[in-house]
Antibody, heavy 115, light 110 residues
Framework: EVHLVESGGGLVQPGGSLRLSCTGSGFIFSRSWMTWVRQAPGKGLEWVAN????????HYVGSVQGRFAISRDNAKNSAYLQMNSLRVEDTAVYYC????????WGQGTLVTVSS | QAVVTQEPSLTVSPGDTVTLTCGSNTGAVTSGHYPHWFQRKPGQAPRTLIY???SKYSWTPARFSGSLLGGKAALTLSGAQPEDEAEYYC??????????FGGGTKVTVL
């Protein structure tokens, strides 16, 4: 069974930083693209970033470009989202997700950006 | 950035069939966009129902199916059940750029 666990969320002031982690099990992590998705209060799902199997390809939604960085450590079956220069509008539940034939989601971690 | 459009809401009677669509402002949706469909119920993490246009998972109820229809991706629910009441999101991949979710369709089973 596919299992994804996010951690690292919390309350941070505008301009601050957080690092989210996602650890996977039940699938071959090193063969999977990893994706971060967020959902702000009262809003729909928003794709944030993804990273390919060997970290040679990374993509970001425009609103986080230059502020967020996605990475992975296949030895630890983990993906990360380093979030810098956080803004109030980054407040959301952040999910990691695996697409295609794996099809798994984590339970999400809440990030609140507020003074 | 591309914009992906979905019907904001649809109402279906139990046992009826409904089709949700997912379009792109960049042109026709093709298999190259690898359309995915997700179900989201309140208080739960999203669940993936369909990947790569029409492929299902072991947990995908047989009444859900995916296809391409009239230049859009489509999710068809054949024989709606009360437990299918949820929000449904599509996700399209844009090569070399990233991915975009649609705004979601709220399905009410009444």
């Amino acid at each position: 069974e596919v299992h994804l666990v996010e951690s690292g969320g919390g309350l941070v002031q505008p301009g601050g930083s957080l690092r989210l982690s996602c650890t996977g099990s039940g699938f071959i992590f090193s063969r999977s693209w990893m994706t971060w998705v967020r959902q702000a209060p009262g809003k729909g799902l928003e794709w944030v970033a993804n990273i390919n199997q060997d970290a040679s390809s990374r993509h970001y939604v425009g609103s986080v470009q230059g502020r967020f960085a996605i990475s992975r450590d296949n030895a630890k079956n983990s993906a990360y989202l380093q979030m810098n220069s956080l803004r109030v509008e980054d407040t959301a539940v952040y999910y990691c997700m695996v697409k295609y034939d794996v099809g798994g989601w984590g339970q999400g971690t809440l990030v609140t950006v507020s003074s | 950035q591309a914009v992906v459009t979905q019907e904001p809401s649809l109402t279906v009677s139990p046992g009826d069939t409904v089709t949700l669509t997912c379009g792109s402002n960049t042109g026709a949706v093709t298999s190259g966009h690898y359309p995915h469909w997700f179900q989201r119920k309140p208080g739960q993490a999203p669940r993936t129902l369909i990947y790569a246009t029409s492929s299902k998972y072991s947990w995908t109820p047989a009444r859900f199916s995916g296809s391409l229809l009239g230049g859009k991706a489509a999710l068809t629910l054949s024989g709606a059940q009360p437990e299918d009441e949820a929000e449904y999101y599509c996700l399209l991949a844009y090569y070399g750029v990233g991915e975009v979710f649609g705004g979601g369709t709220k399905v009410t089973v009444l």
